[in-house]
């Protein structure tokens, strides 16, 4: 069963414009991942928060972590075309094994 | 490039047949991990190897097998293939095992099963 569950489950924004995608979990977590699929393809690793931290940047990602709320975000300023493609949030569970348990996506559009 | 490699890309393949899908993970990486995404499950975890031991494992099936090989590298064993099989199948490694790191994809097999 999905552990995450992101949303919206599809955004379509201009050039420019900023990207923001939400992430839901249910159980205590050690760490949250966000990875992007371009169609089709493998996962490329964004970001890794662990449930200590509250926010974390890289390049023109910001990820946010409420351990609270249990949600996390992944905002994407001055989206390009070129970041067009799926994202996923993926955690493991604190106390369990280090696989990791998806969600479903969010299908991000960048319009040029 | 994740440093993972998968072998082979796309494989196609009849009901009840058995495949071996291959990975090697990034250099001095221990852990490996296999995924299937399917459109109906998403990405579910399948198993886990790490220095050649199974370390976890996830909602797979008794028809799948792994194994991790001393050189590292891992093979999985999809066996008696139903056309529910056909779906990506991901490798992943990461450095160590005991508290999460990053863990890197490959580029992924697409299985079709006909």
């Known amino acids: 069963s999905q552990q995450g569950e992101e949303d919206p489950q599809a955004l379509s924004i201009q050039e420019g414009e900023n990207a923001t995608m939400n992430c839901s979990y249910k159980?205590?977590?050690?760490?949250l991942q966000w990875y992007r699929q371009n169609s089709g393809r493998g996962l490329v690793h964004l970001i890794l928060?662990?449930?200590?931290?509250r926010e974390k940047h890289s390049g023109r990602l910001r990820v946010t972590l409420d351990t609270s709320k249990k949600s996390s975000s992944l905002l994407i300023t001055a989206s390009r075309a070129a970041d067009t493609a799926s994202y996923f949030c993926?955690?493991?569970?604190?106390?369990?094994?280090?696989?990791?348990?998806f969600g479903k996506g969010t299908k991000l559009t960048v319009n040029p | 490039d994740s440093g993972v490699t998968q072998t082979p890309k796309h494989l196609i393949t009849a009901t009840g047949q058995r495949v071996t899908l291959r990975c090697s993970p990034r250099?001095?990486?221990?852990?490996v991990y296999w995924y299937q995404q399917s459109l109906d499950q998403g990405l579910q975890f399948l198993i886990q190897?790490?220095?050649?031991?199974?370390?976890a494992k996830g909602n797979i099936l008794e028809r799948f097998s792994a194994q991790q090989f001393p050189d590292l590298h891992s093979e999985l064993n999809l066996s008696s293939l139903e056309l529910g099989d056909s779906a990506l199948y991901f490798c992943?490694?990461?450095?160590?095992?005991?508290?999460?790191?990053?863990?890197?994809f490959g580029p992924g097999t697409r299985l079709t099963v006909t």
């Open positions: 992943a490694s990461s450095v160590s095992s005991g508290y999460t790191y990053e863990q890197y």
């Open positions: 159980t205590s977590i050690n760490n």
């Open positions: 928060i662990r449930s200590n931290e």
């Open positions: 993926a955690t493991d569970r604190q106390g369990g094994s280090e696989k990791l348990v």
């Open positions: 250099s001095g990486d221990l852990s």
């Open positions: 190897y790490y220095n050649g031991e199974e370390r």
